[in-house]
Every structure is written in C-alpha cells, then in structure tokens.
C-alpha cells in the first residue's frame, strides 16, 4: 500500500494528483478527517471538489473507499454523490464505506460553532463542520458509526447522543440542538444505509493479499496533525503517513512509497503560526495568482514563501519517500523567489521545527533567481529546474512530480518517479 498526503497546513493539491495517478491503482482509500477536506480536481473543462468521497472516483475500474479514521456527515456525503451522479458518475458501483467510520451528528455542528466561538481571539480556525466533537466522542466512546445504521436500537443510540450535546450546549449558553435540520439528517441516514459498507480492515488485507494496488489518501495536511502539527491550531485527527495505518487497519510493515504533497510557496487557512507568511504586496499577488480561497470554506488563504525547516520535519515523521510540488507556475514571471532555510531563534539559527513556533521565529531566507515561465509544454525553465534541485538536496527526497496547471494534462512526471 503507497501513501499519498499532505506536507503542509492542507491544500496542497492531493486531489489532482491522487487523479492523476489513479490509473496505477485498484484501490483509493481515504483514512482521515472529514467535509472540513475540499480535494480539487479540474479536467475536461469542468471543476470538482471532494470533501468525503475519495479522488479516485472518476476513474472507472477504480475502487473508493472511505476508511474507518474518516468522520462522515450524512447530509454532506449525498450531496456529493448526487453532485457527481449529476456529470454522469457511477458512485455507487465505485465506492465503499467503512462501517467502523464515525456520523457526524447535526448537534456536533452545533457544538463546533459554540466551542469556537467561545474561544474568542483564541479560536483555531475550525470549518465548523463538526469535525472536532465528532473525534471527541469517538475517543470518549459514545459516538455513533457507520455499522450502528444496521443496529435495532440505532434511533435510541442517536437519542442519547443528541441529549448528552444538548447538555455540552447549556453550558455555552446555547439552546437545544438544532431541531430543523434533524429531519435532513435522518432522511440521509436512512439512504446511506443503502451504500456499500465494509470492515475496511479485512477488505484491504484480502485486496493486497490478491496483489492488488492500493493507495491511502490523505486529507489537510502534515502540519495539522493533531499530534505533530502547530498544536493547538490542527485538525481532530492523524493526518501524517501513521494515521493510514489506523485509519485503514493496514500494518505498519504493509506501506510501501509515501508521497508528500507540496506547494512551491506556503498557504495556510485560519488562525495559527505562520513562520515565512507575506503580509504584503507579494503575498496578495501569490493568492490572487493562485487563486487561493479554500474549497471548502471559500476563505482566503494565507500566503508566504517555502519553508525547508516545515517540509524537513514532514519528510521525516511521515517517511516520505518521493515529493510532489504543485503550482509553479503560480511563480511564474517573479524576479526574485525566496526560500527560507533555517529559523532564528533569539541568537541560535536552527534548521529544524522547533516545539513551538508560535512567535521569537525569524525565517532565514535565501534568495533565488525566477522564472519567466513554466508549462506543461516544453522543457522546464533553468531557473525552475535550480529551484527544484536545491529543495532536494535539503530534504534528501526526490521531487518526482511537478504541476504547472490545475487540469489533470498539465502535469510533468520527473524521472525516477514510480509513476507511470
């Protein structure tokens, strides 16, 4: 099993090249977070956005499956079925659900938005999708699963759950759970009940054990991993290559290539540190040239330049075995491109991530001649290919794939690459 994931704060671009390289793979797993994810995928002339439903889904011969680390919102998860049922997608004939993967509750939504607005200045940044209670009550052992749809005494399960949130919500000074979208919620639980659900655990094991490829896919990115990321501004869950192995009941000793995703520059949604951030004229430009409002929250990204100390620390916690660096051409036509290489704190320079990053962080910078431009057509610019090369000499990984467009065709497979 190969790992595909994120090697920043998210949005890095996974979606497109999970599209890009599904063909090698019988199998795409998703083992992690939930509708907080937005995978972007355009080709053909037309834009698609995931947030549940692996990328793999548009390739036909392709197997999806929504492992048991991800969360899943009833009402959401229908509306991307019928969203890609709409452009002529077979979902259903590809897609699986895990019956171990945790419902996401209307009352969750609500606790989302009342914990996050009772942090004040100190909220993280959450999606307010309820991602976050849902992982809370998975670990305190009173969440509702996928499996339990199937169970006689599932309405009773739900009651109990909503009245614990309902009590979680008098303490905020809120009202009862909200009442008007329960009617949404219960009619999509009962159309769910008509998917594919499986034990992911021994549907995978007999998958490779027949040789079949698989590849997990990850959501958000390595920088927000609950425990690794830039706490307490991440997500509810694992998102680094440890988590397929939980999120998917696959063993440690089953993982084969990790590829981390990366964009040429630096973006971060929401609150938290930010070490190489542009508040500037430059920082405008990446965004607008980017176009870099989140797919799920429709909010702008935060922009800056790449930090090699950042992309070190996710190549080694998460074995990253080969990179993929996606919008260089957003790059494209600047004079001067920096990179940060090492971080100043007070008098010691550093060329790690140090425990916290949250402020006395200065970026040590070097500077790097542009490129004009870079397409899919043609050789790589000189300047682009130097650029390319410092970054693999100072994470020791090879960067195998290069995006220069969001459609699935501008896409450059670098030799060497396991690809093909």
């Not at 009862?176 to 034990?199: H, I, M, S």
Request: proline share 5%; aromatic share 6%; charged share 25%.
């Amino acid at each position: 099993m190969d790992v595909l994931l994120g090697a920043q704060w998210g949005d890095e671009g996974k979606g497109k090249v999970v599209d890009v390289i599904a063909p090698r793979y019988e199998v795409i797993a998703r083992f992690q977070g939930g509708p907080n994810a937005g995978h972007t995928l355009i080709f053909e002339g037309r834009k698609h956005v995931l947030h549940t439903i692996p990328s793999g889904v548009f390739r036909e011969g392709t197997m999806n499956l929504v492992g048991n680390g991800v969360v899943v919102d009833p009402v959401i998860f229908l509306k991307e079925v019928r969203a890609l049922e709409a452009v002529g997608v077979d979902v259903r004939s590809r897609l699986m659900i895990s019956r171990r993967a945790h419902l996401i509750l209307p009352s969750h939504r609500a606790l989302d938005a009342a914990s996050e607005a009772d942090k004040g200045k100190a909220k993280i940044g959450s999606t307010l999708k309820g991602i976050g209670p849902t992982y809370m009550d998975k670990t305190g052992r009173n969440g509702l699963r996928v499996g339990d749809l199937s169970l006689p005494d599932f309405k009773e399960r739900y009651a109990t759950l909503v009245r614990k949130h309902e009590r979680l919500l008098s303490l905020y000074g809120r009202s009862d759970a909200p009442k008007e979208t329960e009617e949404e919620w219960l009619d999509a639980v009962q159309q769910l009940r008509g998917f594919n659900t499986v034990d992911c655990e021994h549907y995978l094991d007999e998958a490779l054990r027949a040789g079949k490829n698989v590849l997990a896919e990850g959501a958000q990115g390595t920088l927000l991993d609950i425990d690794f990321g830039t706490y307490p501004f991440v997500t509810s869950s694992n998102t680094i290559s440890a988590g397929a192995c939980t999120g998917l009941g696959v063993a440690p000793n089953r993982i084969g290539s990790v590829t981390g995703i990366f964009k040429a520059y630096c973006t971060r949604v929401g609150s938290g540190p930010f070490p190489t951030e542009l508040e500037d004229a430059t920082g405008e430009h990446i965004r607008k040239a980017g176009h870099e409002f989140g797919s799920t929250t429709g909010r702008p990204r935060r922009c800056g330049w790449l930090d090699l100390p950042a992309l070190r620390y996710a190549v080694m916690v998460n074995g990253i075995t080969e990179l993929a660096m996606m919008k260089a051409d957003v790059l494209n036509g600047m004079d001067i491109v920096r990179v940060c290489t090492h971080y100043r704190v007070g008098n010691t320079t550093v060329d790690r991530m140090p425990y916290d990053i949250t402020s006395g962080i200065e970026p040590v910078y070097v500077d790097m001649p542009g490129w004009s431009s870079a397409t899919s057509e043609g050789e790589l610019p000189a300047e682009l290919v130097r650029y390319i090369e410092t970054i693999e000499a100072a994470v020791d990984v090879p960067i195998t794939l290069v995006s220069l467009g969001p459609d699935r065709k501008e896409t450059i497979l670098r030799e060497g690459t396991h690809v093909q």
